[in-house]
């Protein structure tokens, strides 16, 4: 017989083991996005950080107990995560104490308080300035509570249950489904008029509360309802399963087989009779309070983005309790009914099997720990970086709005000026505008920007900020850390949008996904970067995720360089757009430093990410898995200087052939002497097509309309011409240079471009001109 002392002096060093692995880690990692989440919304005022709570789909009792205890104990990353170590010490303690309560052996309690910490999730949640560790003290007090109310019901027991209900589903909305469990309990343990009054009374009050809560916007509609149309019961019972699978690997899934046999074995001998009423209250609690979170949040939402395995972080002490009453049960089984000849060596094998399980979990647990240490501190390693790489002027854009770089800056306090970006999706191409242009307002005439991303798809899921920053400069530096991303661009202040695609002959695949549109951004030589924006739609229900591939080949077909992206990434893709609505989406290619002479051509296609199976194309061309979109010459992806983008909208000459993008370098200011360069993007509307060696020019007039400077060249040369009509290019990149003379005036002078026919030299029409106005370029005086 063990004394009672001493099964609680063995529970406190449990306790005091796992506060002691807690503390000595708790700091290892740096907070990540919802832990700064939480302390951003603590130092809000009171009404502010409600409302953000409210927005975050978030009950309000975590928020305020941070509102007061950042006031009290500071921000420092072991003060905002001392809360979830407390709470999870708390959560430890008393399912040893209902395990005694439960099975009615004190000393096993002490096996529900090891088997809870050996938990890589449990261990992890204490070491998060998260809820979590709250939510499972609060399930695990509210249902001892109603253990002592069914035990004796009296008014006051009832009431201090009805307050433990209020605070767990005050502390997170999963809360719900044991509150539900615990109210079918009751009135199926006593089914009787008096039952269902303390039940209707209960619920009244939490009700109330939730009403009180309601009135700030704290439960948006929806919240657990079908995001969708309901999937069928087999997908149904497919995704519940899965999700089911995760929980169980975040807790047990690198334990060995010998030891997850034990844990499983030790679970099942929990249930076998006799049991007692307690006992199957427990079962009942714990199997409920695991399954209608599973069927509902994910199954019936027919999705597993509602669900991780945290969230139902309080179902782990339960089942540990369980499987400390199995290990029991077994050992009095064992020591009951078995020969007394082979009784003290089944005993042995009994708890050697279970040391040595309860070993490898404690090794899984400093597992965890160790690959803790090797992913280091992303958070903290950019802000460092940026500290040292950036300057006075500088822009940082946090996208997603990551409160843990906010957190961090605040610390290490970086020169450059930090700004964050939308939380929200974002699909419009005048999105990115109110972040970029507003932030670029008051610099010189270059400024550098930062974009730090994590998990930029689901905000920016169709690539509108690289966009934007490579359509107007150029990509300097791109690294990523753990899950983040940094990336480093050189804009000019005066930012202009980029040209919107134009439209090309739909190119239809069989899936219902039609190609409208593209444009096209010339690599630059700091990021050799070819952006390519398409635009998309459909016409029918899309099953499934969809992928595109950007190929860029040689003449020969070898393969040169590629890109492969969602379409569109993160939540939002293709199935959910708009039926019939155009949506732009952008992505770079990053082509070889060195290029050899000849064709290169750019295809496009769809696929199927699961089978990786092409998807075909249904018009204009049936049967093809890929299709052409431009040809290029080699000086065409061969990088150029610096340049800038002129505000041209798409220009049709009468022939059909189409101007889409212009750029010019070094800007529109220049020096007698220097040289100007303008690079030119050129297609066709269905119907033309290359049909002869069109003469483009580029000149520079006055105001008079006086010829000043010029560069007339075929926009395809003659040697070239039969490449790109075998090939099916649609689009081109040309070059255009002329020198600014040196006895030119200072002044004004305007950029125009035309095209006439060779040899007549009759200019072709673009409506009622000859040529179209690109801007003005300013000749200025120079040493």
Known sequence: MIRKEHIHMLALILLWMASGLTMLTITRRALWFDESWTWHVAWMSLGEGLQATARDRHPPLHTLLYHLWVRVAGDSELSLRWPSMAFGLLAMATAGQLHRRVWGTSWAGNLAIALTFLSPLWLEQMRQARMYTQLAFCVLISWWLME???????????????????ALLFTHYYGVFPLAVESALLLAMRPNWRSLGWTAGRLAIIGLGMAMWMSIGGIRPGLFLPETSPPGLSRILSITVLALQSWVDAHWGK??????????????????????PVQRRWLLFTAGAIALPLLIMTGARGNLLNFAPRHILYAHPLVSMGIAGGLVQLHQWVAQRAPERIRAAALLAIWMTGSAAAGGAFHNVLALLQSEARAGRPEEEIVRDLRKRSA??????????HWGIRYYWRRWQPPAELL????????????????LRISLRSCPAFRRV????????????????????????????????????VRGYLVPCALEPPSAPWRISPVIFQNGVNLLGAQFRPPHPSDRLLGVALTWSRERPIQGPVKVFIHVHRATGELI??????????????????QGQPMTVFAAVRLPERLKPGIYSVRIG?????????????????????????????????????????????????????L????????????PGETVEALTLWGYHEGSGWVAPYVAFVHLWDRAGRLIAQEDHPILEPSDLTAYRSGGGTTVISRFRFVIPHDISPGSYRLVIGRYHWPSLRRIPIGVEDHVELGSIEVRRCP
């Open 420 to 435: 964050e970006g939308p939380q929200a999706p974002i699909f419009s191409l005048t999105d990115p505008e109110r972040y």
């Open 561 to 578: 360089a590629q890109e492969d992206f969602f379409l569109a990434r993160g939540f939002t893709d293709i199935a959910r757009w708009p």
């Open 660 to 671: 889409n993008a212009v750029w010019i370098q070094p800007d529109q200011t220049a020096c």
């Open 450 to 485: 930062w974009i730090v991303g994590w998990q930029e798809e689901f905000v920016d899921p169709m690539g509108l900020f690289p966009m934007w920053l490579l359509w107007n400069g150029f990509e300097e530096s791109s690294q990523d850390i753990h899950g983040l991303s």
């Open 606 to 658: 769809l696929y199927d990410p699961e089978t990786l199976m092409r998807i075909s194309i249904q018009q204009p061309i049936p049967g093809l898995d890929a299709w052409l979109l431009a040809t290029f010459p080699m000086e065409a992806l061969t990088p150029m200087r610096p340049w800038k983008p002129l505000p041209v909208r798409a220009a049709v000459w009468q022939d059909g052939i189409t």
């Open 255 to 276: 334990w060995s087989f010998i030891g997850f046999t034990m844990l499983v074995v030790s679970f099942l001998t929990s249930l076998l009779p006799p049991i007692r």
């Open 392 to 401: 006075p002027g500088d822009l940082v854009l946090s996208i997603r709005a």
């Open 148 to 166: 002592c109310f069914l035990e004796r019901p009296a008014l006051s027991r009832w009431f201090v249950w009805t307050l433990a209900g209020v």
